[in-house]
């Protein structure tokens, strides 16, 4: 009996220790809430894009996040972050949309909006062009890669989404575009995170093509 | 030619260099391993007392081990490396005595050595201080390894495999049907050979232990101290299913059949005890540090 309590009190104790310490993951941040990417994001302006939410683990779980991060003036990046269960099943149904908006003088914002909010409106990146009887955001041509990284897909901003926008983001609702168009059921996240989506991971990798592999190498003269 | 006749040269001059360190050693359990004085006074006999033989050369047997990790690399210059060398193998000297004095203060505390080895010639105790031995030495082995020439590092490690090491051998009435100090008294060899075994097995995953990457030593510690747990819950699982798949017989049934801790059965047992201990050491070894599952990184 004795013996059985020490074994499972030792079982417990490893994953307990494992799971609080997590040495594996030493370099990832933990991020219980939106407002904890700031202090990973330092630059301003910058806009947090929510790609994709996995867990790992059989019985006890552990979930990640993979964010793009677009600064104003500064290349964008990917960052990997671990999270809490609550805050991913929350989290997921705003796939494709920018969770995470700091201002320059350090605002932050993190109503779940369209990606690319922060810089649709502000004149320092593009202008307002009249064009199909409605005004339309467009880029200056130093930011024209912009909205391949926001996954835009020859979507336009027009004045009446952007008046939506604002209004949706002084509510502090989430705001999915006019068409649903953002979000877990979005037709333009849609094909934004199948774009971006890791297909060349060890994952993909088939047996059959290994076996092959495998013959070639060792068996062929 | 010259140059191969230098460092022909140069190796033999290592060779005295070395046995300038076990001169170094011998004399150094006058400060630090005062109760192996009396086997330095005078010239050794190893015939009269087999036990004492086993005692004496068991320290030597572990210092040799220590040694063999020394490393002398010929970056700056021939005294700069031989100073290095020498810093390291004299606080490694210290390190390995003052453990034994530590070990055997905690370990051995009801016993004696001049009673039990003088007196007594318990072959037992010897053969006890010899699996300590070799495994103090293999341990401190790897933290110097580990420490990479810092000397703050080392001490720390030290401290930090002592309270391990220590809280390991406290574990062997959990494994073991030997009463520890009763048959100890009785210099049963069975109780030697299975602690022997416990012993060993707890130093080859403690060593692989601290055998792991580091850059902070926190991380380090708790990375250490999750591979011992770990390994603790595997290595009774490995020491069941030895049993069962090679028809050995268990504790209980042993019991059960009327067998007792006398010294006709006790070294079967002891010897039982010792070699699925260290098997079942090994295996979880294998399964803890040869698989290699950190590598599952998300969105991969």
């Known amino acids: 009996m004795n013996k059985t309590f020490f074994y499972s009190a030792l079982v417990v104790a490893y994953l307990a220790l494992s799971k609080t310490f997590s040495p594996d993951n030493s370099g990832v941040e933990y991020v219980r809430r939106t407002q904890d990417l700031e202090k990973i994001i330092k630059r301003v302006p910058a806009e947090a894009i929510l790609l994709q939410t996995q867990s790992k683990g059989f019985l006890i779980k552990t979930y990640y996040q993979r964010y793009k991060i677009v600064y104003g003036f500064h290349p964008p990046r990917e960052i990997v972050v671990r999270t809490k269960r609550s805050f991913a099943d929350y989290s997921s149904n705003f796939q494709g949309m920018s969770l995470f908006r700091k201002r320059v003088g350090g605002t932050v914002e993190t109503t779940p909006l369209p990606p690319g909010s922060l810089f649709i409106g502000n004149r320092q990146f593009g202008r307002w062009i009249f064009k199909d009887n409605d005004y339309s955001w467009a880029f200056y041509r130093a930011y024209q890669g912009f909205p391949r990284l926001f996954g835009w897909f020859g979507f336009n901003p027009t004045r009446s989404f952007f008046k939506k926008l604002l209004e949706f983001e002084k509510k502090g609702v989430p705001f999915h575009g006019e068409n649903n168009d953002f979000g877990k059921n979005g037709t333009i996240t849609a094909k934004f995170i199948k774009n971006t989506s890791n297909k060349d991971g060890l994952n993909s990798v088939r047996v059959r093509t290994l076996f092959n592999e495998y013959l070639k190498l060792n068996y062929t003269y | ?300």
């Open chain 2, 1 to 300: 030619m010259e140059e191969i006749l230098d460092r022909f040269i140069l190796r033999i001059l290592f060779v005295g260099f070395t046995c300038l360190l076990l001169f170094f050693y011998r004399y150094a359990h006058y400060i630090f391993y005062p109760p192996g004085k009396r086997q330095l006074k005078k010239i050794f006999d190893p015939v009269t007392n087999p036990s004492n033989t086993l005692h004496y050369l068991s320290r030597i047997l572990g210092i040799t081990l220590i040694f063999s990790g020394l490393e002398f690399n010929y970056f700056y210059s021939l005294p700069v490396g031989i100073m290095n060398m020498l810093i390291i193998a004299s606080v490694t000297v210290a390190l390995y005595l003052s453990s034994i004095y530590l070990t055997e203060s905690i370990i051995l505390y009801k016993f004696d050595y001049s009673d039990e080895v003088l007196k007594r010639e318990n072959f037992s105790y010897s053969v006890i201080n010899l699996a300590l031995n070799i495994s103090l030495a293999l341990l401190i082995k790897q933290i110097v390894s580990e420490a990479e020439n810092s000397l703050v590092i080392l001490f720390l490690l030290w401290l930090y495999s002592m309270v391990i090491f220590g809280f390991t051998t406290k574990l062997f009435p959990l494994y073991s049907m030997f009463n520890f100090n009763q048959q100890l008294i009785q210099k049963n060899m069975g109780l030697a050979l299975s602690y022997s075994g416990f012993i060993l097995g707890n130093t080859i995953i403690l060593t692989l232990a601290f055998d792991q990457d580091h850059y902070d030593i926190t991380s380090y510690s708790i990375r250490i101290i999750l591979k011992i747990l770990l390994s603790s819950i595997l290595v009774p699982i490995f020491i069941i299913v030895l049993h069962r798949i090679f028809s050995i017989k268990e504790k209980k049934v042993l019991k059960r059949e009327g067998h007792k801790i006398n010294p006709q059965d006790s070294v079967g047992m002891g010897l039982t005890e010792g070699i699925l201990y260290l098997s079942a050491a090994i295996l979880t070894s294998m399964i803890v540090y040869k698989i290699n599952l950190s590598t599952i990184i998300p969105f991969n």
